[in-house]
């Protein structure tokens, strides 16, 4: 199974992953409608994307009073079922990871659904790799796709 990995050390803040998701969901370029957000630090330049990794607890699935998330035995991913969500954003807290974006106006969450299998804000991350895309079979020898 792969899953995305990011390395804050790598962003360099200019957001291009975000407006690449937001466009590859929403046909618009958003800073507001994407998955991952780039959590800023001017003062230091520091940069920091958040999205949901896929992590193994799933902490926000078994969080979830409304039952509105869930895995997709396919890809791994979260799969949210806009109708059975409440928008209480109890996932967003559970979430150690901050892979969780809500949007203004819409009371689903926002959660990386890896493009299908070929996460977009990857193939645009390509010089800096602060996202990568990583099968977890080969996570311990270090090899990124």
Not at 27 to 37: T, V, Y
Not at 39 to 60: A, L, M, T, W, Y
Not at 102 to 107: D, H, L, P, Q
Request: proline share 6%; charged share 25%.
């Amino acid at each position: 199974m792969k899953r995305l990995s990011v390395d804050p050390m790598r962003c360099t803040g200019c957001e291009s992953c975000v407006l690449t998701c937001s466009f590859e969901h929403d046909d618009a370029f958003s800073l507001d409608r994407a998955r991952i957000r780039v959590e800023r630090d001017e003062e230091n330049g520091r940069f920091s994307p958040k999205v949901c990794i896929q992590c193994p607890e799933r902490h926000c699935v078994q969080a979830c009073p409304e039952g509105a998330l869930a895995m997709d035995p396919q890809s791994g991913a979260i799969r949210v079922d806009a109708n059975a969500c409440s928008g209480c954003r109890i996932c967003e807290k559970a979430c150690p990871y901050g892979g969780i974006q809500f949007a203004v106006g819409v009371r689903h969450p926002l959660i990386c659904d890896l493009c299908g299998g070929d996460p977009s804000c990857v193939s645009t991350c390509r010089l800096p790799q602060a996202i990568c895309w990583i099968d977890t079979a080969n996570e311990a020898a270090g090899e990124v796709t």
